[in-house]
């Protein structure tokens, strides 16, 4: 799976917007882009996920940039609760075992200030 | 939603005994679940995948002698950590992908201490 890189932490305040980026530069035409967050002492969950166009659900926003190399997930209006590690994932999405593998990078660490 | 509970949630164990921690997918069938080891501020490392009915496959670097993995049924997958060290102590998770394929679902995760 291609690499990610993402900022080790960010800031937001209490109802504004959270852009978090993602690089990944090397992804391949079969990944696609997948975003997880982990709140302390607690398992990921999953939050969105897309391979070219934009994505939007209940949680968030996901744009990736035409070429593919990086997207940023929006938080729309971050509350506190939001505070939380948050992971940029490639993956290929064929079926299979393996194949559903995930690999976490760092993550960025998302503060949400009140 | 599709939900994975892990029991337990937090175990204390001496050092050379075994632990056994359960991953179960409450409303779904997963043919393959993965499991996680997390040590404190670090990122998820990825231990083995679980194949129902089939032998885990390990990354590198995993004892499959050590972590022992059973897959019996499309609910339920266990890890043993056998002969536990103080060095096994850390944050195990485990997740469940549905029987179509798609989003990874990830169980709340159980804290070893092993003392």
């Known amino acids: 799976d291609a690499k990610t890189t993402q900022p080790t932490s960010m800031d937001c305040a209490e109802g504004r917007a959270a852009n978090l980026p993602c690089n990944h530069s090397?992804?391949?035409?079969?990944?696609?882009v997948y975003w997880y967050r982990q709140i302390h002492s607690q398992g990921p969950q999953y939050i969105i996920h897309?391979?070219?166009n934009n994505e939007t659900n209940e949680m968030a926003s996901l744009i990736i940039t035409e070429d593919r190399k990086s997207s940023t997930l929006i938080l729309p209006h971050a509350t506190l609760r939001d505070t939380a590690v948050y992971y940029c994932?490639?993956?290929?999405?064929?079926?299979?075992?393996?194949?559903?593998?995930?690999?976490f990078g760092k993550g960025t660490l998302l503060t949400v200030n009140p | 939603g599709a939900v994975v509970s892990q029991h337990p949630s937090w175990v204390i164990c001496k050092s050379g005994t075994s632990v056994k921690i359960e991953c179960r997918s409450l409303d779904f069938q997963a043919t393959t679940m993965f499991w996680y080891r997390q040590f404190p501020k670090q990122s998820l490392m990825l231990m083995a995948t679980?194949?129902?009915?089939?032998?885990?496959?390990?990354e590198q670097g995993v004892e499959k002698d050590k972590f022992l993995i059973n897959h019996a049924s499309l609910t339920l997958s266990t890890l043993t950590v056998t002969s536990a060290h103080p060095e096994d102590s850390s944050f195990y998770i485990c997740?469940?992908?549905?029987?179509?394929?798609?989003?990874?679902?990830f169980g709340p995760g159980t804290r070893l201490t092993v003392t």
């Open positions: 090397t992804i391949s035409g079969n990944e696609y």
């Open positions: 994932i490639v993956r290929v999405d064929e079926s299979g075992g393996s194949n559903y593998k995930l690999t």
């Open positions: 897309g391979l070219k």
């Open positions: 997740s469940a992908v549905t029987a179509g394929g798609g989003e990874q679902y």
């Open positions: 679980s194949n129902e009915g089939s032998k885990a496959t390990y």
